[in-house]
């Protein structure tokens, strides 16, 4: 991927500085990104950042107001959305009812007037490609949401675009089929060398199956990276609250910015990173913390809190602790629950963690 010959290849979306305006909202704000070819990347944040517009207009279903949008090499601001080499799957896969499986996968290729025989392989190929082969002739009626889906995605797949666009493709599904077909999307993904990119609001959904995820906000970009860095290293407090579990501590900046102080904890971290003596955030996720009985002939230092256990919940491989260390502070702690301490709902505990694990932002009042 760091080749730069093959950063304007086919498969490769390059988005630069591109804005879409409502009225005076702007839903996406001079945004720029480069994807690869053959790159899995998902577009992740709340709903409302952006990520849908954003797709739109690579589709060409929305017209930028300021920017370009190239896609294997080339121009396609004043391409219509048939004319791109890219396709799209929506989360509502909107299958024609009175047309058999085969029918609609064959829908595109026969608008484009392909030969018959062409259209016959190109359909084999396409559902033999989601393990849908054997439904040809079904109607969509008669099938299973999760098998639907796969036939929206063989309709996508049939003219061999080299980009696919998807829209919360999975979001109807329920969970254990999501997750089934999370990992049948990546391996198909890995094996068609196709770009993806996947717009989802679920942070899990992102760090399973992407190769980079460009978490947005307002419009913008907060951070592009991979599923280990944007867990790890958090551009932003913003960023560290929406990727996985977070207990944030507010409070002053100390210790030339290496410490936190908050009501309940003086949270330092390895490194001073903040600057100034304002607020400050210090973030600690739940799996980095240990929970044990109090012990009041204990003293504590920085990166301890005591407290009150007042939930205790079996997650299967984890068990989950929620401690209220005041009126307006609670911490939740997760153990594997092979190492986890037997507790119950009412004991005071002690709180504590490595600074290594302690992450410091500047206060973000917005996020
Ligand atoms: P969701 O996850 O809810 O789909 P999103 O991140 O995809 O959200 P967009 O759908 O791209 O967000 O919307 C971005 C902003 O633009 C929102 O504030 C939305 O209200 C606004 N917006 C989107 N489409 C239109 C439209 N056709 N007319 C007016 N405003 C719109």
């Known amino acids: 991927?760091?080749?730069?010959?093959?950063?304007?290849?086919?498969?490769?979306?390059?988005?630069?500085g591109i804005t879409k305006l409502y009225g005076d909202q702007v839903a996406v704000d001079d945004l720029s990104l480069t994807v690869q070819p053959g790159e899995f990347i998902s577009l992740l944040g709340p709903s409302g950042c952006g990520k849908t517009t954003t797709l739109r207009m690579i589709a060409g279903?929305?017209?930028?107001?300021?920017?370009?949008?190239?896609?294997?090499?080339?121009?396609?601001?004043?391409?219509?959305?048939?004319?791109?080499?890219?396709?799209?799957?929506?989360?509502?896969?909107?299958?024609?009812?009175?047309?058999?499986?085969?029918?609609?996968?064959?829908?595109?290729?026969?608008?484009r007037r392909t030969p018959k025989a062409e259209i016959r392989d190109k359909v084999t190929q396409a559902l033999d490609l989601v393990q849908m082969h054997r439904f040809g002739d079904r109607k969509p009626t008669q099938l299973s949401g999760g098998q639907q889906q796969r036939i929206a995605l063989a309709r996508a797949l049939v003219n061999q675009p080299s980009v696919l666009l998807l829209d919360e493709p999975l979001g109807a599904l329920d969970r254990q089929l999501r997750e089934e077909m999370q990992l049948e999307l990546k391996?198909?993904?890995?094996?068609?060398?196709?770009?993806?990119?996947?717009?989802?609001?679920?942070?899990?959904?992102a760090l399973s199956m992407s190769d980079r995820i460009a978490i947005m906000r307002a419009g913008r970009i907060e951070q592009l990276a991979d599923a280990d860095t944007v867990y790890a290293r958090p551009a932003s407090a913003y960023v560290a609250a929406f990727v996985g579990q977070q207990n944030f501590f507010r409070g002053r900046i100390e210790e030339s910015g290496a410490a936190i102080a908050s009501p309940h904890a003086l949270v330092r971290a390895a490194k001073a990173t903040?600057?100034?003596t304002g607020q400050g955030e210090a973030a600690v996720r739940p799996e980095y913390i240990r929970i044990a009985a109090d012990d009041p002939t204990e003293t504590t230092d920085a990166n301890t809190a005591r407290g009150e256990l007042i939930g205790v919940s079996h997650l299967g491989d984890t068990m989950q602790y929620l401690v209220r260390l005041g009126d307006e502070q609670s911490l939740i702690v997760r153990r594997p629950t092979p190492d986890a301490p037997a507790l119950q709902v009412g004991d005071p505990v002690l709180c504590?963690?490595?600074?290594?694990?302690?992450?410091?932002?500047?206060?973000d009042d917005a996020a």
């Open 187 to 205: 391996l198909l993904q890995a094996r068609l060398g196709i770009t993806f990119i996947f717009v989802t609001h679920d942070q899990g959904e």
């Open 1 to 16: 991927a760091t080749n730069p010959a093959s950063t304007d290849g086919r498969g490769a979306v390059v988005l630069s």
């Open 352 to 363: 504590t963690w490595a600074a290594h694990h302690v992450l410091l932002f500047p206060a």
């Open 274 to 276: 903040l600057t100034g």
């Open 61 to 111: 279903f929305e017209h930028p107001d300021a920017g370009d949008i190239r896609v294997s090499g080339k121009s396609v601001l004043n391409a219509p959305p048939y004319r791109r080499d890219v396709n799209t799957v929506f989360q509502a896969y909107a299958l024609f009812p009175h047309l058999s499986v085969a029918e609609n996968v064959a829908y595109g290729l026969q608008q």
